[in-house]
């Protein structure tokens, strides 16, 4: 019989020693839950329980936390999110980025709150979580290898998982490496994958030598109360309809017409707050010449992800936001075909 959710949490906790490959799980009772709410507030927590302010990032005291929250796995708007928590090679202080698409929802569905990595592998490894538990598999075979391959090659092994994998930024603790969520997913689905972009994950990963994770849900997500949950999401799409219309028309690259007018937007090394080129690498643009399908994360109608294709037939997910002002205005470039190019290179090198 299928195992059914329903309330926040399966009150498991999977705890993963590389260094010693084993596995244990843990269980809090439910004030924890309530008090340290949502991913990052659980992440944050465990962190903070679980190592000395003082350790370096990338030695094996540090932990990697892939945590969710209570409305994780629920069919409901912007809910899909799983946090990653560690100590950030980059800036030395508390580290923690947030991934959407399909991955969160997944550990939800395959019974497991969070996954604590501690420890250091001595040869590559990869997890395999499933039914409430956690398997440590080799992947030496993977190592070396970039991220779309990667979850290619996990996908013919294990069938369709959801995985997020490091690669070889990681792999070689570039201190601002991602963790890289579906990109192989993105070209079979069309679905919207995720990274965990922000603050050195996929160099933390890369320090304990692990390639990657891969989730697959057999459980289902319910409310307690389906009444009050249909009416409070029908609210929810509501809002979300209204108010991100933008987002949905032209993804997250409408915030660069935001930033650029108003003097915000990251341009030329922060010398600058609006760009010259702008017309040549807008929203507008984008959309007209290289954007083929809008695509969204689990249960969101927001749409705010983008399938693109360049005019060499290069296809890709993105870029969002963040990569069209980090290698154009940022960098000085004005040409979107070269973005868009970068953005796949970078998301394939993590
Ligand atoms: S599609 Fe956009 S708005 Fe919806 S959950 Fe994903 S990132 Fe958030």
């Known amino acids: 019989m299928v195992r059914v959710r329903r309330g926040g949490y399966w009150n498991k906790i999977g705890l993963v020693n590389l260094s010693s490959k084993s596995v244990k799980y843990l269980e809090f009772n439910e004030p924890l839950y309530e008090k340290y709410i949502g991913g990052v507030g659980l992440g944050a927590k465990l962190l903070i329980d679980n190592t000395s302010p003082r350790i370096e990032p990338l030695s094996s005291e540090n932990l990697l936390i892939f945590s969710i929250g209570p409305v994780e796995g629920l069919i409901l708007p912007s809910a899909a999110r799983m946090a990653a928590v560690f100590k950030s090679p980059l800036t030395g202080f508390f580290g923690e980025s947030l991934c959407g698409g399909y991955i969160g929802t997944e ?132 809002l979300a309809r209204e108010k991100l219309q933008t987002l949905t028309k032209y993804g997250t690259s409408a915030i660069m017409a935001l930033t650029n007018s108003t003097g915000s937007l990251p341009t030329r090394y922060y010398e600058g707050g609006s760009f010259s080129g702008y017309e040549k690498i807008g929203p507008e643009i984008f959309n007209k ?54 953005n796949d290179l970078a998301n394939r090198l993590g």
């Open 107 to 238: 550990l939800a569905r395959a019974g497991l709150d969070a996954l604590v990595v501690k420890g250091t592998s001595a040869d590559p490894v990869y997890l395999l979580v499933e039914d409430g538990g956690v398997e440590i598999k080799d992947a030496s075979h993977l190592w070396g290898l970039d991220t779309y391959t990667t979850e290619k090659e996990l996908w013919s092994e294990l069938g369709e998982v959801m995985t997020a994998s490091i690669g070889p930024a990681g792999e070689n603790l570039v201190r601002f490496a991602c963790i890289v969520h579906g990109l192989y997913m993105h070209e079979k689905k069309k679905l919207r994958g995720g990274f965990f972009g922000r603050t050195g994950g996929g160099a933390v990963m890369g320090s304990k030598k692990l390639k990657a994770i891969a989730i697959r849900g057999n459980y289902k997500i319910e409310p307690v109360d389906d009444g009050k949950f249909i009416e409070f999401r029908e609210r929810v799409v509501r």
């Open 289 to 342: 010449l290289y954007v083929k399908k809008k695509i969204t994360c689990f249960a969101c109608p927001v749409a705010c992800g983008r399938h693109s294709e360049t005019s060499g037939g290069l296809e890709m997910e993105g870029p969002e936001y963040e990569t069209l002002f980090a290698l154009g205005p940022l960098t000085y470039i004005d040409e979107l075909e070269a973005i868009l190019r970068a």
